[in-house]
DNA sequence: CTGAAAGCGCTTACAG
DNA sequence: CTGAAAGCGCTTACAG
């Protein structure tokens, strides 16, 4: 193979200086189009690449992202996620940017991995996930001058001087609801976690208001009837189904798809005519949904991973002169089952 | 926050040289215990980190480590390669090693990408997955020199010149099989994939290895009675085990969770007393499995990345003198649920 | 055990 | 449009 070609080893074979050569490279405008040419041809031939360390060294930036995983607790909901690192890296690989992974315990532990990383200049930057109430992480990061998006609000205050991007968890459930009502069904209830988690309480907010909207009295909106909240899963899904149906519902909109499984299964085991009228839509559109047949909000995770790498890079880009923090809300769409389709023939 | 402290601007502080610090942070027994000390409080109250750039355009090595992620086809199957992500992220993590992602439409780009990160030296070496028949994927980083560690045999040569670690398939379905013939089982029905992919092969030569082993005849075997071949997928699952009950099978091993949530609603549905002996062992032990109560062949994944990270380090920190290829076959383990439980109860 | 020298391979000013 | 100089912050020999 013979020696790795360098910058120096090109420009002599080539009798121009390096100078042209990084030029060709970082500021191919600048150069005249003949030498431009040759160069590239020359830089094709050898295979030459630029040294990333050398480079990241005199620039002093890396092209690099920083991003914390988690355990996947449920590989229903996780898939969400999965789909968001995706996206994640094929965005960053577009714009020559690469993406490091980093495992944390906790959200200190998180930013100050992230903190480390950005001063040893192995990460220009990090995307933050899974963002919630009373979360520290923004003012940490900031605290340590880590550049950084999230990819979720901040819950506690909308306004934060960081740019974010999120999902329309309310539009989300409003489209729903708004579905099941257009089938005919009044009572609709909605399974969803505890109160105090943003994403959660969001998703509620949609329902309620949607319910609202058609006239449902308050009294059936209030917790222990309609509106049933436990911990997530696919068993706690059955139970709280079980519970919204003794409370007179036909139909429940889902804060997760787990929650939507287990409600799914009381409908297909209560098959009577009464409750064939029955609907359920969840919400992430995962494969496992899909596989079941059940209806299910989809979150637009490309478009919102694309939107945070751009604002990131635009970010890192123009370091002396930071941008205006941009919030970003993207709306999700209802993707509607054979399950519900059946349910239309016999509602219609 | 003042100026990032350097070697240079601790070694001035300090009234040491550059050189020494070095040493503490790289080859610490080589310094007297005093000064050592000394430095390291220093180096803690200013909060000094070495340059990745710089360390790395020295060393020549960049401690990181390369990833192809793939998008997650199918979310119940996803979760196995989501929980090596997370266990290889862990794992090099405390070796003081980062991972690096890409994603690729084919195995060549794979490659070629992976060739052109190492050129640059962004990364050291490379992690293979999702090994398959025909790979050429081994010999092509080796025609680069890219060091790298499959997760996942080569197929077609197992004593191939690099390292790997796998799980032993073949062991998985054998524990399943025997498990469903202590239970009194005799007629017990693969359900598995089409010839042709090397896990889905070795998953059911472990079936047919206990089988025989257990004297079931051999015509019970072939392909049409007890050996169903379907792709993957929940509802594929579901017609391979209304086949095989018509073949008069009481019970399945499966080649993935995904067929075997699909078997296990044919066993929900026909629960008549003579199929209630009926039983179903899924493979990969995912969430979802766990979330139906479903029995699952679970793979040591955590072990095997641990491996593979300490594989792959041994070989780039011995570069010169690259160690013998180490080919390591993990055992997975039998999860037992509820659903065999009950069954237990009946057949007993 | 400690230090002075060299240099890894680029890019960023700046001069022509 | 092109080139000569400086230097990013380390580690790796090697001399003391």
């Excluded at 287990?262 to 949904?289: H, I, K, Y």
């Amino acid at each position: 193979m013979g020696e790795k070609p360098t910058l120096q080893s090109l420009a002599s074979s080539l009798g121009v200086s390096r100078q042209t050569i990084s030029n060709v490279l970082n500021n191919p405008q600048v150069v005249h189009a003949s030498t431009r040419d040759r160069v590239l041809a020359e830089i094709r031939a050898s295979g030459y690449r630029p040294s990333a360390a050398a480079r990241s060294l005199r620039s002093r930036r890396s092209e690099v992202i920083g991003l914390r995983i988690r355990p996947a607790v449920d590989g229903i909901n996780g898939s969400l996620m999965d789909a968001f690192l995706h996206a994640l890296v094929e965005c960053s690989q577009r714009r020559d940017h690469r993406l490091l992974l980093i495992t944390a315990t906790s959200d200190e532990q998180e930013t100050s991995e992230q903190a480390a990383l950005h001063t040893t200049g192995a990460i220009d930057g990090c995307v933050l996930t899974d963002t919630h109430l009373d979360d520290t992480r923004p003012a940490e990061l900031a605290a340590t001058g880590v550049p950084f998006v999230a990819f979720g609000r901040p819950w506690q205050d909308r306004d934060a001087g960081h740019s974010w991007v999120d999902i329309d968890g309310a539009a989300g459930t409003r489209l729903a609801t708004e579905h099941l009502l257009d089938l005919g069904h009044r009572r609709i209830a909605f399974l969803g976690w505890p109160t105090g988690s943003g994403v959660g309480d969001d998703r509620r907010s949609g329902w309620q208001r949607a319910m609202a909207d058609a006239g449902v009295a308050a009294e059936d909106l209030a917790t222990g009837l309609l509106d049933q909240r436990t911990d997530d899963g696919v068993v706690e899904g059955t139970q709280a189904m079980e519970r919204a149906l003794r409370a007179g519902a036909t139909a429940a909109v889902c804060a997760s798809d787990s929650l939507a499984v287990g409600a799914s299964t009381v409908l297909r085991r209560v098959s009577s005519a009464e409750t064939a009228r029955t609907a359920v839509v969840g919400f992430d559109d995962t494969p496992v949904a899909a596989a079941l047949g059940l209806s299910s909000v989809r979150q637009p995770v490309a478009a919102a991973a694309s939107r945070v790498v751009d604002l990131l890079i635009e970010r890192l880009t123009t370091a002396n002169d930071p941008p205006e923090p941009v919030h970003d809300l993207l709306t999700p769409e209802l993707v509607l089952r054979e399950f519900d389709r059946r349910l239309d023939q016999h509602a219609r």
